[in-house]
């Protein structure tokens, strides 16, 4: 039998009390609509204030309502990734608690989905802050569509659809929601961008600021180096081991044709020990590299884990 639920919409929620109802009732008259088999996921991230007993409230009377209850918070990331874990439908909408997406916009993108294994909305017209907010957005997002080779306008917008293969045993880490697109696409997965309605926050406190801001930034490195290096690390390790070890090399070299050659004193020469750290440096990022090697080996043949992603096998 195939699966009974045809649309997930997975929503983390922290502190949000006030929105709760007004979410609810404004996603139920949009799903309700689409004569689509749904469900709706509420992850409640540990929150401190009445979050949870309203939606223990409305679940008693909707059985399509599921609530998920953290012990404490941890974090937007771990509150998607138990959405997407218990989820059952074949598409899987994701959006923010706060009513600053739209549900409205949810049927423009499942429209959009039937050409892309990922969709994207696109907050053009931001309700935020100009300089505290939408300023390093931008700035962010050009980084990350380079970093990555990803090219979205707006990689903080939750609100997005994927089918069920692209987020199911996804394992997500840090601030790293944020890049499921990027990851996906190293298996092959088409990603589109839909523009989409961002409104004013009404109730409540946003829980962004510089300190996520310089998280997601260290996160952008971890899936840079997964997204190239991580079936061959002794490139991204190996070339900078070989560069730097290769210009200590040529230091000792030039030394030693001075001593040997010009007769010149080089033992007190602070060009002698730049010559020796930078070969010692240079081992080591390779010696590193041979490790990673190793390491990225024992984790897929131990796991049986391929290196690649099939699409599909015609006459096998």
């Known amino acids: 039998m195939g699966n009974s639920i045809e649309l997930s919409i997975v929503v983390p929620m922290y502190n949000e009390e006030g929105n709760i109802v007004l979410l ?14 749904y469900e709706i996921i509420c992850v409640d991230d540990g929150s401190v204030d009445r979050t949870l007993s309203i939606l223990k409230s409305l679940a008693k ?30 598409l899987i909408v994701t959006m923010d608690g706060d009513l600053q997406n739209d549900p409205e916009d949810i049927p423009k993108l499942l429209e959009k989905a039937k050409e892309f294994d990922v969709v994207s909305g696109w907050r053009r017209r931001r309700k935020d802050h100009f300089l505290k907010r939408v300023v390093p957005s931008l700035i962010a997002n050009k980084l990350i569509s380079f970093v990555t080779g990803v090219k979205l306008h707006d990689y903080g917008c939750t609100l997005k ?3 069920k293969e692209v987020v199911k045993n996804l394992k997500l880490y840090g ?7 990027a990851i996906a696409s190293w298996r092959g997965i088409s990603v589109g961008e839909v523009e989409t309605t961002h409104n004013e926050r009404r109730f409540g406190k946003s829980k962004y600021g510089i300190s996520r801001a310089a998280r997601v930034m260290l996160d952008l490195f971890t899936v840079k ?8 690390p002794i490139q991204f390790f190996g070339t900078p081991g070989l560069l730097v070890g290769g210009v200590g090399v040529l230091i000792s070299l030039y030394l030693t044709f001075l001593k040997l050659f010009l007769g010149r004193s080089i033992g007190n020469r602070p060009l002698l020990l730049l010559g020796i750290l930078l070969i010692l440096v240079g081992t080591q990022l390779i010696f590193m590299g041979l ?3 190793m390491l ?21």
Do not use: C, W
């Open 225 to 232: 180096f997964l997204l190239s290096f991580l079936t061959r």
């Open 161 to 163: 659809v994927y089918k």
């Open 175 to 181: 601030e790293m929601h944020r890049f499921i697109p």
């Open 61 to 90: 009377d909707d059985e399509k309502l599921i609530v998920i209850s953290f012990r404490k918070n941890f974090g937007q990331t771990a509150a998607l990734s138990a959405g997407f874990d218990y989820s059952k439908g074949d």
């Open 291 to 293: 490790l990673g090697e």
């Open 24 to 37: 609810y009732n404004s996603l139920k008259s949009i799903l309700d609509n689409l004569n689509k088999r």
């Open 296 to 316: 990225a080996r024992i984790y897929h043949e131990g796991q049986s884990k391929p290196t690649y992603v099939i699409r599909e096998i015609i006459n096998a």
